[in-house]
T-cell receptor, first 112, second 116 residues
Framework: RKEVEQDPGPFNVPEGATVAFNCTYS??????FFWYRQDCRKEPKLLMS???SGNEDGRFTAQLNRASQYISLLIRDSKLSDSATYLC?????????????FGQGTILTVHP | DTGVSQDPRHKITKRGQNVTFRCDPI?????LYWYRQTLGQGPEFLTY????????KSRLLSDRFSAERPKGSFSTLEIQRTEQGDSAMYLC??????????????FGSGTRLTVV
């Protein structure tokens, strides 16, 4: 079983739609959680951290369910510029270096 | 210096040749990471440095791979006797210290390796 699993998609949605991505992680010791965004042939960039209480950044909302080892990302009012791959990322505190483990990524295409 | 720099951006090499990539992290970051990413996959951890010490190597890092960070600043990743399966994007990232909630890595633009 992969440490971080995501539905690879692709998700094709019209502008203005709401879309949600899910992610599960296998290691219950995981302590930090992130969503990264990666544009085609570019490096991953931090989109947002995921806090236990859930957090929002503009049109983006992240949720964490520790009991189910499940993370989600909700994008409201999708824009064409949201088209990218969204990577679910976890970190296991307790290791000295804080290795980040990435999911496969979920591809989102927003069309006019 | 406002980001992580990697050089070269692209490298095409013949199978069996050696290649070396360079990464310059954000200057105040003492932690440096190498990842490899193939098409359709997320980045996979290769190795990690804290200052000049290499503290972890993935099983993905075969004997043909070696990484150094001699003065705790820039790092190099060398691949000897390249194989077609080494074709990938090699990503370097840095962070200022122990990862904590709210702070991830900063990645460089990557070096895209094609072995022909």
């Amino acid at each position: 079983r992969k440490e971080v699993e995501q539905d690879p998609g692709p998700f094709n949605v019209p502008e203005g739609a709401t879309v949600a991505f899910n992610c599960t992680y296998s290691n219950s010791a995981s302590q930090s959680f992130f969503w990264y965004r990666q544009d085609c042939r570019k490096e991953p960039k931090l989109l947002m951290s995921v806090y236990s209480s859930g957090n929002e950044d503009g049109r983006f909302t992240a949720q964490l369910n520790r009991a189910s080892q499940y993370i989600s990302l909700l994008i409201r009012d999708s824009k064409l510029s949201d088209s990218a791959t969204y990577l679910c990322v976890v970190n296991i505190i307790g290791t000295s270096y804080g290795k980040l483990t990435f999911g496969q990524g979920t591809i989102l295409t927003v069309h006019p | 210096d406002t980001g992580v720099s990697q050089d070269p951006r692209h490298k095409i090499t013949k199978r069996g040749q050696n290649v070396t990539f360079r990464c310059d992290p954000i200057s105040e970051h003492n932690r440096l990471y190498w990842y490899r990413q193939t098409l359709g996959q997320g980045p996979e951890f290769l190795t990690y440095f804290q200052n000049e010490a290499q503290l972890e190597k993935s099983r993905l890092l075969s004997d043909r791979f070696s990484a150094e960070r001699p003065k705790g600043s820039f790092s190099t990743l060398e691949i000897q006797r390249t194989e077609q399966g080494d074709s990938a994007m090699y990503l370097c990232a840095s962070s200022p210290g122990q990862l904590s909630q709210g702070y991830g890595y900063t990645f460089g633009s990557g070096t895209r390796l094609t072995v022909v």
